[in-house]
Each structure stands twice: as structure tokens, then as C-alpha cells.
């Protein structure tokens, strides 16, 4: 079987690449992640909260920030049409990019 010099050229390449990255690879602790995104959680939380409430469907439970997983949560109940559900699940996008602009 012939084997093509380029190819055979990248895949060398391509392997030692792979070998590097395993190096540089490092394990971040759960706790420490918590810690350096919870203020990211908690505006992402208060976004579908705000829009659960601009479309008037009933918020259940919050939860801004835990250890764990999910970091935090909104249970609400099932909203009324396609439309309000999508822009539920994108209200902390919105509410991001508003702030952002201020």
C-alpha cells in the first residue's frame, strides 16, 4: 500500500498536535466554576424571571444560585403560545444585550 508523503506529512503533524494539547490539558475544580460564573447565573436567572412576568405567566420557584446543577433555575408555569415561550427562554440574552448598552 502506497501511502501519500503529504498526507502521511499533516497526520504526523496532526498527531504531535494531539500530543500537546493532552499536556496543556488541566482540571478546573466544580466549586471554583461556581464561584467565577455565579454572577453570570444570577443575571441569566433574573432574565427569564423578568420576561416570565412581562408576559404574565406565573413563576413558581427561583432559585438565583446553587452548588450544583443546575447552578440556578425558574420553574413557571407552561406559557400560553409559541412565541412567549421562546422569549422566555431567550430573556437573559435580551436583558444582557440591554444592559450592555446602557
Request: aromatic fraction near 12%; proline fraction near 6%; charged fraction near 20%.
Amino acid at each position: 500500500m502506497r501511502v501519500d508523503p503529504i498526507m502521511d506529512q499533516i497526520g504526523r503533524k496532526l498527531h504531535i498536535a494531539h500530543a500537546r494539547r493532552k499536556q496543556l490539558m488541566f482540571f478546573v475544580p466544580g466549586a471554583l466554576i461556581s464561584v467565577l460564573t455565579f454572577p453570570g447565573v444570577i443575571v441569566h436567572e433574573i432574565g427569564h424571571l423578568v420576561f416570565c412576568r412581562f408576559y404574565r405567566v406565573a413563576v413558581l420557584k427561583v432559585c438565583y444560585f446553587r452548588f450544583g446543577n443546575p447552578a440556578g433555575y425558574v420553574i413557571h408555569e407552561k406559557p400560553r403560545s409559541a412565541t412567549q415561550s421562546m422569549m422566555i427562554g431567550i430573556g437573559p440574552f435580551w436583558l444582557i444585550r440591554s444592559s450592555a448598552r446602557s
